[in-house]
């Protein structure tokens, strides 16, 4: 260490200031005053307590002492240095908030969790003093979200399973907003109003994530709240199937089809039989009703149509005398045939479709018009593009449905017997001698390509043609019938000649109907889409009741 004496006096005072500051812009950077007391002595530098400390390395390479660390600084809790990084931010600029945003995404879930279960302190534990309001913003908005969602989805399934319309209501979604931001940021600052005036200390924003993070929990409630009402909904619903006073025709077939059509709650098909899957998961009872025998001939050596495989099993059921079922008695390149005979020959005319109650069918029917337009050979810009309308109107906004045939030919019964008995009564007879008119075209029928109309196609009649308004024949519009179905149908009646059961319990049934009596004289061919279903109805139509209906089906 350096030292030096220099007299102090008035006039050397301004000469060891400048000594002073030369020394510390050379090699000395600090200055200790030692003790006030030694002014008394004579001035000097050591007597006077002031010392040049060198903290410089020298140049002879020797390690001069380091001065110390400064002390640590104690940490500060967030809500200081939130308040403090907000110093001289204007409350409404977004720099204000970010810090308040400045939160790890696993300190959010933690404190989500911890949330719903509450354990120890929650602001020391797990806010540890450091509130933030990314999660009390984006949980409040969450809860907004789900129990809008929830809510309209819920009311949008009650609708649906009570077959009602559903009109969404946004102000739902307001009122979600005001209810919940209110619980969120309103509330807190009410309650810290409150504390201030009872002297007690949590912050504002502490008090805001109790409320926040206290909303994690109504997420999943919401979406409970959504299968409750659903659940409640179908209990309704399945009641109201049960109850026959629930409705005006609450028929067996009726009932029967109301459970098949049921989307919610799904159909119960505990009495439905899978003869493709026998025993399978039948019940009991369903097992017993079956009666498995033996045709009296191969399906096979009576008619080529059925293809080359073997074919003489089938099922009776006691609870159905006269119905007898013979599962998988084509071939598949047999089934091929005569789907393709169904969508080609059999829709021409002058078999009458659905179709040809609005449209101008060609003679050569629909079929080769799609089958152009898939390959590319018939275009809109074509003349034969689209079938011609039977009802030409200038306003085509009228609409128009699948079902609209079905409806306006149950309603258009001019004859006034028909009006009171239906097919189903037992008083019913077929009408014969009155006149039959043809149920006239809608206004409202659309122009559709080919692809589309073909699609449209629900049934076809074949032989004599059926009436049906009045439930009943044309017996003066009798056309060639298919030689293909024709065959079939005569091949099935000499199968089934003296078929029957005798289970030696006083049931018993025999089908005593020869084949060689039979002759197909009139036939329907139904096509279905994907959501078309078949209603269960009575036959009274038929003159005579003796000969076997004979339906095929192909899948």
């Given at each position: 260490?350096?030292?030096?004496?220099?007299?102090?006096?008035?006039?050397?005072?301004?000469?060891?200031?400048?000594?002073?500051?030369?020394?510390?812009?050379?090699?000395?950077?600090?200055?200790?005053?030692?003790?006030?007391?030694?002014?008394?002595?004579?001035?000097?530098i050591?007597?006077?307590?002031?010392?040049?400390?060198?903290?410089?390395?020298s140049?002879?390479?020797?390690?001069?002492?380091?001065?110390?660390?400064?002390?640590?600084?104690?940490?500060?809790?967030?809500?200081?240095?939130?308040?403090?990084?907000?110093?001289?931010?204007?409350?409404?600029?977004?720099?204000?908030?970010?810090?308040?945003?400045?939160?790890?995404?696993?300190?959010?879930?933690?404190?989500?969790?911890?949330?719903?279960?509450?354990?120890?302190?929650?602001?020391?534990?797990?806010?540890?003093?450091?509130?933030?309001l990314?999660g009390?913003?984006?949980?409040?908005?969450?809860?907004?979200?789900?129990?809008?969602?929830?809510?309209?989805?819920?009311?949008?399934?009650?609708?649906?399973?009570?077959?009602k319309?559903?009109?969404?209501?946004?102000?739902?979604?307001?009122?979600?907003?005001?209810?919940?931001?209110?619980?969120?940021?309103?509330?807190?600052?009410?309650?810290?109003?409150?504390?201030?005036?009872?002297?007690?200390?949590?912050?504002?924003?502490?008090?805001?994530?109790?409320?926040?993070?206290?909303?994690?929990?109504?997420?999943?409630?919401?979406?409970?709240?959504?299968?409750?009402?659903?659940?409640?909904?179908?209990?309704?619903?399945?009641?109201?199937?049960?109850?026959?006073?629930?409705?005006?025709?609450?028929?067996?077939?009726?009932?029967?089809?109301?459970?098949?059509?049921?989307?919610?709650?799904?159909?119960?098909?505990?009495?439905?039989?899978?003869?493709?899957?026998?025993?399978?998961?039948?019940?009991?009872?369903?097992?017993?009703?079956?009666?498995?025998?033996?045709?009296?001939?191969?399906l096979?050596?009576?008619?080529?149509?059925?293809?080359?495989?073997?074919?003489?099993?089938?099922y009776?059921?006691?609870?159905?005398?006269?119905?007898?079922?013979?599962?998988?008695?084509?071939?598949?390149?047999?089934?091929?045939?005569?789907?393709?005979?169904?969508?080609?020959?059999?829709?021409?005319?002058?078999?009458?479709?659905?179709?040809?109650?609005?449209?101008?069918?060609?003679?050569?029917?629909?079929?080769?018009?799609?089958?152009?337009?898939?390959?590319?050979?018939?275009?809109?810009?074509?003349?034969?593009?689209?079938?011609?309308?039977?009802?030409?109107?200038?306003?085509?906004?009228?609409?128009?449905?699948?079902?609209?045939?079905?409806?306006?030919?149950?309603?258009?019964?001019?004859?006034?017997?028909c009006?009171?008995?239906?097919?189903?009564?037992?008083d019913?007879k077929?009408?014969?001698?009155?006149?039959?008119?043809?149920?006239?075209?809608?206004?409202?029928?659309?122009?559709?390509?080919?692809?589309?109309?073909?699609?449209?196609?629900?049934?076809?009649?074949?032989?004599?043609?059926?009436?049906?308004?009045?439930?009943?024949?044309?017996?003066?519009?009798?056309?060639?019938?298919?030689?293909?179905?024709?065959?079939?149908?005569?091949?099935?009646?000499?199968?089934?000649?003296?078929?029957?059961?005798?289970?030696?319990?006083?049931?018993?049934w025999?089908?005593?109907?020869?084949?060689?009596?039979?002759?197909?004289?009139?036939?329907?061919?139904?096509?279905?889409?994907?959501?078309?279903?078949?209603?269960?109805?009575?036959?009274?139509?038929?003159?005579?009741?003796?000969?076997?209906?004979?339906?095929?089906?192909?899948?």
């Amino acid at each position: 260490m350096l030292t030096s004496e220099i007299e102090l006096n008035e006039s050397s005072a301004y000469d060891l200031l400048s000594f002073i500051l030369e020394q510390m812009s050379g090699k000395y950077n600090v200055i200790v005053d030692m003790d006030d007391a030694a002014y008394t002595h004579p001035a000097t530098i050591e007597s006077d307590g002031l010392e040049f400390q060198d903290f410089s390395t020298s140049s002879t390479g020797l390690n001069k002492p380091q001065a110390p660390p400064p002390p640590p600084l104690l940490p500060e809790t967030a809500t200081s240095s939130n308040s403090n990084s907000g110093v001289g931010k204007p409350i409404w600029s977004v720099d204000y908030y970010a810090t308040f945003f400045d939160v790890d995404t696993t300190q959010v879930v933690e404190r989500c969790l911890k949330s719903m279960y509450p354990v120890g302190d929650f602001a020391a534990d797990t806010l540890q003093n450091q509130p933030d309001l990314y999660g009390p913003f984006w949980i409040a908005t969450s809860v907004v979200f789900a129990v809008f969602v929830c809510s309209s989805l819920a009311g949008s399934l009650a609708a649906y399973i009570a077959g009602k319309s559903h009109i969404y209501d946004f102000r739902l979604l307001s009122f979600a907003v005001i209810v919940i931001y209110m619980y969120a940021f309103l509330c807190p600052a009410l309650v810290w109003a409150s504390t201030k005036y009872f002297g007690c200390q949590p912050s504002l924003l502490e008090i805001i994530n109790y409320y926040g993070y206290g909303l994690t929990i109504w997420i999943p409630v919401s979406s409970k709240r959504q299968q409750k009402i659903w659940e409640r909904e179908r209990q309704q619903v399945e009641n109201k199937k049960r109850n026959a006073n629930s409705y005006v025709n609450q028929a067996p077939f009726r009932y029967c089809e109301r459970n098949f059509k049921s989307r919610v709650p799904p159909p119960d098909f505990t009495h439905v039989i899978d003869f493709s899957n026998l025993p399978g998961n039948h019940t009991k009872e369903n097992l017993e009703s079956i009666v498995p025998i033996k045709l009296s001939r191969n399906l096979s050596e009576l008619s080529d149509l059925f293809g080359d495989h073997s074919c003489q099993d089938a099922y009776i059921l006691k609870h159905v005398p006269g119905l007898i079922i013979i599962p998988n008695a084509f071939t598949p390149k047999a089934q091929r045939h005569l789907i393709k005979q169904c969508l080609s020959v059999y829709p021409r005319p002058p078999n009458t479709s659905n179709l040809d109650t609005h449209y101008i069918v060609p003679a050569s029917g629909i079929w080769p018009l799609y089958e152009a337009q898939e390959r590319g050979e018939l275009t809109p810009d074509d003349p034969e593009f689209y079938v011609p309308k039977k009802a030409h109107v200038d306003d085509d906004d009228g609409t128009y449905s699948d079902s609209e045939d079905e409806k306006k030919q149950e309603t258009q019964v001019t004859c006034s017997s028909c009006t009171q008995i239906t097919a189903c009564s037992d008083d019913f007879k077929p009408i014969v001698d009155e006149p039959k008119p043809d149920p006239p075209p809608a206004p409202g029928v659309p122009l559709l390509p080919p692809s589309e109309l073909v699609r449209k196609m629900r049934w076809i009649t074949l032989g004599y043609q059926y009436h049906w308004p009045t439930k009943t024949y044309h017996l003066d519009r009798r056309y060639p019938f298919p030689k293909d179905i024709a065959e079939l149908s005569k091949a099935v009646v000499y199968a089934v000649e003296n078929i029957g059961y005798d289970n030696g319990e006083g049931q018993a049934w025999l089908n005593k109907y020869k084949g060689d009596d039979f002759n197909a004289e009139a036939g329907v061919i139904n096509y279905y889409q994907y959501r078309d279903t078949l209603m269960g109805h009575v036959d009274r139509s038929e003159l005579n009741m003796d000969a076997p209906l004979v339906s095929l089906r192909y899948i």
